[in-house]
């Protein structure tokens, strides 16, 4: 019984660790555009150890690889398009951290949550009377990190979502 506490403790103590870790990158990125590598691998590595402890590495494995993978792709191809960068080499690099914590199966559900968080305050800046337009630069590490703060609980409350490290 006390090593189960334990336990959950010390995920609690994680989750909490990967929480303040996102608030400090969010902010970051909201405020200069700017995803620094010297915090974003350790989350990732985290993530990985993480899940190892959970006895869920291959997830952890696959979801870091895939959602750095699906941004670097979906780059690319906005790039090749318009012939502009979309996105910043670190939220690439987020959002395969944030896939070490929660798995592959969670990355389509704090992708939509993310552009849906991008929608809203698209919207809020052009009723405050801000331009909106194709060059409007919007902080994406900002939104995914909305999108794992809307994931996790409810993964945590076992409402039937896709994937779950140890919740």
Same mark, same amino acid.
């Given at each position: 019984m006390a090593s189960a #506490?334990?336990?959950?403790? *010390?995920?609690?103590?994680m989750l909490a660790g990967m929480g303040w870790t996102l608030l400090c990158l969010a902010?970051?990125? /909201?405020?200069?555009?700017w995803l620094p590598d010297r915090v974003t691998l350790p989350l990732a590595v985290a993530g990985i150890m993480f899940a190892a402890l959970q006895g869920d590495l291959i997830s952890s494995l696959a979801g870091g690889a895939i959602? #750095?993978?699906?941004?670097?792709?979906v780059a690319g191809i906005y790039e090749r398009?318009?012939? @502009?960068q979309g996105l910043g080499g670190g939220d690439p690099k987020l959002l395969a951290a944030i896939g070490t914590w929660v798995g592959a199966g969670a990355l389509p559900f704090i992708v939509t949550a993310a552009a849906l968080a !991008?929608?809203?305050?698209? *919207?809020? /800046?052009?009723? @405050? !009377?801000?331009?909106? !337009?194709r060059t409007t630069r919007l902080p994406f590490g900002t939104l995914l990190a909305i999108g794992t703060y809307i994931y996790v609980p409810m993964a945590s409350f076992s409402l039937s979502l896709p994937y779950a490290v140890g919740w």
């Open positions: #506490w334990i336990a959950d403790d *010390f995920a609690d103590l902010i970051l990125d /909201m405020r200069h555009f959602g #750095w993978a699906a941004l670097v792709l398009i318009t012939r @502009r !991008g929608l809203a305050a698209a *919207f809020i /800046m052009a009723i @405050r !009377g801000q331009d909106i !337009g």
